[in-house]
C-alpha cells in the first residue's frame, strides 16, 4: 500500500509547489510591469520619492512624483484622515501599474474628481482616468504609451499587451474613444504621445481645460 500511495502523494506535493512558483511568478511579474521609461524604485532605508500633500482648505490631495510602491496605501490613510478631499492632482511621469491601479479603484470608490496642472503620463494616466470630473489645467499634459516589462525574466509570467488592454477597457467605461485607445496602443513604450487639449475633449479623456483655484 506505501508503494502505492507515495508516488501519488509526490505527484499532489510537485502540483502544489508548481502552483505556488507560479503564483509568485504572476507576482513579480504584476510588481515589473511598469508604463514610463525609467522608474526608480526606491531601496527599504530610503524615503518613498514621491509626494503627498494636503491643500490649506483640506480638499485637493496632491500627488508628486512616481507612482511607487506604497503610493496606494498613502493615500488611503490620507482619505481615511481627511474627508473633506474632493480632488487628486496628479503631477507624475508614471511609475508601477500595479499601484496605478489601486489609485484608480481608491479615486473611483470615493468618486473624486481628479486634476493635473502638470504631466501626467504613463501609468499616471490609469489614476488619472478614473476621476468622476477629470479637469486639465491649461498648461497641463497627458502622455500616453505601450506598457512595457522592466525584467526580461517577468515576460513568463506577464503580458504586457493583455494587460494595457486590460486596463484600457477601463478607460472605456469612462467613455474614452475607441479610436483614441487605438493610437494609445500604437504608441511604442520608447516614446510618449501627448495629445493636444482639443483631442483630449473630444476623446472624452478630458471633461475640462482649466485651473484650479
Known sequence: LNHIWFPWARGAQTVVVL??????????GYAHLVHQQDPRQPAPDESPAYSLELSDDGAVATLRGPIDFGVTRELTRLLDKHESIRIVSLDSRGGRVSEARGLALLIDRHRLATYSGNVCSSACTQAYISGKR???GPRGRLGFHRYRLDSPYASIFVDPDAEQRSDLAFFRSREVDPEFLERVLGTPSTAMWFPSHDELLAAGVVHEVRALR
Open 19 to 28: 502552483s505556488i512558483l507560479v503564483y509568485l511568478g504572476q507576482v513579480l
Open 134 to 136: 477629470r479637469i486639465l
